[in-house]
T-cell receptor, first 114, second 110 residues
Framework: GAVVSQHPSRVICKSGTSVKIECRSL??????MFWYRQFPKQSLMLMAT?????????EQGVEKDKFLINHASLTLSTLTVTSAHPEDSSFYIC??????????FGQGTRLTVV | GNSVTQMEGPVTLSEEAFLTINCTYT??????LFWYVQYPGEGLQLLLK?????DKGSNKGFEATYRKETTSFHLEKGSVQVSDSAVYFC?????????FGAGTRLTVKP
């Protein structure tokens, strides 16, 4: 299967700072990338869907000014958690797809805000 | 819209027991169906998939059959092992939209 690399795998940041998470498709061009959030012992919650070169579509209840998503190229999407607070601590997972094929997942990023 | 309903857990089984985790879906058209597995502290790994009705996905002793008439994709394994302990997610892919079930935590005891 295709490879999606997510970086960093773990990050600890201070409250009030911003954190950027990268999601790269290594061997295919990802026309669409998805960002999910997973709380402990819960399922994945879709946060937003981004298509290359256009603004992300956010799910209801997700603050777009809080979670900035950029999909500037066919191989890279970034999620920036702005002014992070402890309640933003979570496991964030990206996935990428091309031309209506299934999505492939990154390894996830565990964010801890202290 | 697209949605997935998955059997709630947790499920605890003894080694070599038979496993079934139920999954049903709602979708228009012809979705693809997946089972993903998540081990503690890790991301999701694709376990198996089926892209059309009556297809059977299989991997590592796990199987699931795409049943359009019952809109189901139940996961089965004839003899579970301790190493199968993980969280299992049923998922649907349709029209560039991917949705997950709530996840089922499986614990297999020796």
């Amino acid at each position: 299967g295709a490879v999606v690399s997510q970086h960093p795998s773990r990050v600890i940041c201070k409250s009030g700072t911003s954190v950027k998470i990268e999601c790269r498709s290594l061997d295919f061009q990802a026309t669409t990338m998805f960002w999910y959030r997973q709380f402990p012992k819960q399922s994945l919650m879709l946060m937003a869907t981004s298509n290359e070169g256009s603004k992300a579509t956010y799910e209801q209840g997700v603050e777009k000014d809080k979670f900035l998503i950029n999909h500037a190229s066919l191989t890279l999407s970034t999620l920036t958690v702005t002014s992070a607070h402890p309640e933003d601590s979570s496991f964030y997972i990206c996935s990428a797809s091309s031309a209506n094929t299934e999505a492939f997942f990154g390894q996830g990023t565990r964010l801890t805000v202290v | 819209g697209n949605s997935v309903t998955q059997m709630e857990g947790p499920v605890t089984l003894s080694e070599e027991a038979f496993l079934t985790i139920n999954c049903t879906y709602t979708a228009t058209g012809y979705p693809s169906l997946f089972w993903y597995v998540q081990y503690p502290g890790e991301g999701l790994q694709l376990l198996l998939k089926a892209t059309k009705a009556d297809d059977k996905g299989s991997n590592k002793g796990f199987e699931a059959t795409y049943r359009k008439e019952t809109t189901s994709f139940h996961l089965e394994k004839g003899s579970v092992q301790v190493s199968d302990s993980a969280v299992y997610f049923c998922a649907l892919w349709n029209n560039n939209d991917m949705r997950f079930g709530a996840g089922t935590r499986l614990t297999v005891k020796p």
